[in-house]
């Protein structure tokens, strides 16, 4: 086997800050240069597919070391699922570390936030036993927030485009894409304006709706009943904000802090690199970090990839390996593949290694966690998508194009099914062969060592590799 050097040396670190503050530049003997101490540095995990890869349970898993975990973009478009105890928690807004009571959570600069998104999932999660959440969540002042409206006009876009060309983008209605847009169109509202005068923000929300209104007729907003209830937010959330930016800049440059980011979303929704326009409205590869945070690319540690050992994309867009057949709906059904934040049912189809191949060329996995591999487990064969052809033409790369890409085919190889359940496995030799070699496969096609292996829900059904 070739592979990287990490697989090699790191047989029990997770972590990429503890030890390692990275200095660089330092001043030559005899002169008075600054010294450039960049810190500590953040790991990250990341989706590599379609979201809901696993990544809560990934999270989760590191988070029990943890002292910050940050969330840097997207917003309640996410749903993370996290079983401890035998107890199913699942995450939209908050980051899932929030389980840990010894740790912060951070919600960064780079996520929009619906406020009573965001204390009713806190309410939620509060009477399955979550305590003091409250004391522990840390909100950026710079995010954004998604007002009641941008919900409504994410359901009124989704039907112009269903009439306009006959295909929706089947978004979770959260809000999230009119959310980033009046952001960049740089009409949004951010929580330190929520903050600050409320005569002054008052006026701008309603300029906003007007804006809003101004393109969708049909939309009706009570601005005065918003308001009232936006003021009472204000105050809960108050004691919760922070300049985001310093905050983080001072974990990093104070003493050895373990810093976990939570990406949401992943690689193929990223709004410059998955299946435009099939995509949420965030950056969710490893750019989001440093800008949903406001950290530089020196901090960046280990990014961990999360993949499921087969694909399942929800809503519409290109899925070139999907299996509309009975191996589809066995994925499907065994694996309970059904959307965390919608309800609706997830496509399934086997793994692609192209979009793999091409999410760790974006972000650099340091290593990957495959997730849900019990899933497999009564398979006759498997099969895992190697290569794209047009006409009949290997291609090189990941197609632009979504006209291009319904009409590649899937090169695939086939793999025989270990017909074991390897639901009880706690380490690699616990792992049938058919199995090892399944794993072996993936991760030198991809050139990424696999960290840890997923055979079930909860945090013990991890496999640590190395
Ligand atoms: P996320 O959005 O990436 O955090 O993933 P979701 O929580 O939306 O979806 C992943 C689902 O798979 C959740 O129901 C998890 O409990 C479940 N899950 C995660 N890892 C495994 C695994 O290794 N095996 C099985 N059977 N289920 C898993
Ligand atoms: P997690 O973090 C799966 C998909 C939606 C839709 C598209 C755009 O749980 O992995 P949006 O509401 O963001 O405008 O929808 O993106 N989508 C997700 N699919 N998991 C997610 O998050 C998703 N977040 C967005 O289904 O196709
Ligand atoms: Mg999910």
Known sequence: LVLPAIFACCSCIHWSSKDQKITNQPAAAGQKRPRNDAGNRVTVVLGAQWGDEGKGKVVDLLATEADIVCRCQ??????????????????HLLPSGIINTKSISLIGN???????????EGDKNEKKGLRGWEKRLIVSDRAHIVFDFHQVVDGLQETERQAQEGKSIGTT????????????????????????????????????????QSMHPSLTVDTEDQLKKLKDYAERLR????????????????????????????????????????????????????????????????????????????????????????????????????GVTTGRKRRCGWLDLVIMRYA??????????????????????????????LNGKRIP????????????????????????????ARKWNDLPAKAQNYIRFIENHIGVPIKWVGVGKSRECMIQMF
Request: charged share 20%.
């Open 74 to 91: 997207g917003g309640n478009n996410a749903g993370h699922t996290v079983v401890v105890d035998g107890k199913e928690y699942d995450f």
């Open 360 to 389: 760790h060329m974006i972000n650099g996995f340091t290593a990957i966690a495959l997730t849900k591999l019990d899933i497999l487990d009564v398979l006759d064969e498997i099969k895992v998508g190697i290569a794209y052809k």
């Open 397 to 424: 790369h990941f197609p632009a194009n979504m006209d291009i890409l319904h009409k590649v085919e899937v090169e695939y190889e086939t793999f025989p099914g270990w017909k074991t359940d390897t639901s009880t």
């Open 239 to 338: 004691p919760m904000v922070r300049d985001g930016v310093y905050y983080m800049y001072e974990a990093l440059h104070g003493p050895p802090k373990r810093i976990l980011v939570e990406g949401a979303n992943a690689a193929l929704l990223d709004i410059d690199f998955g299946t435009y326009p099939f995509v949420t409205s965030s950056n969710c590869t490893v750019g989001g970090v440093c800008t949903g945070l406001g950290i530089p690319p020196l901090n960046i540690g280990d990014v961990f990839g999360v993949a499921k050992a087969y694909s399942t994309r929800v809503g519409i867009g290109a899925f070139p390996t999907e299996q509309l057949n009975a191996a589809g709906e066995l994925l499907q059904t065994r694996g309970h593949e059904v």
């Open 173 to 212: 209605k959260k809000g999230i894409g009119p959310a980033y847009s009046s952001k960049a169109s740089r009409i949004g509202l951010r929580v330190c304006d929520l903050l600050g005068d409320f005569s002054d923000f008052s006026t701008r929300f309603k300029n906003l709706v007007r804006h809003y």
């Open 110 to 120: 780079g996520v929009v936030i619906h406020l009573p998104g965001l204390f009713e």
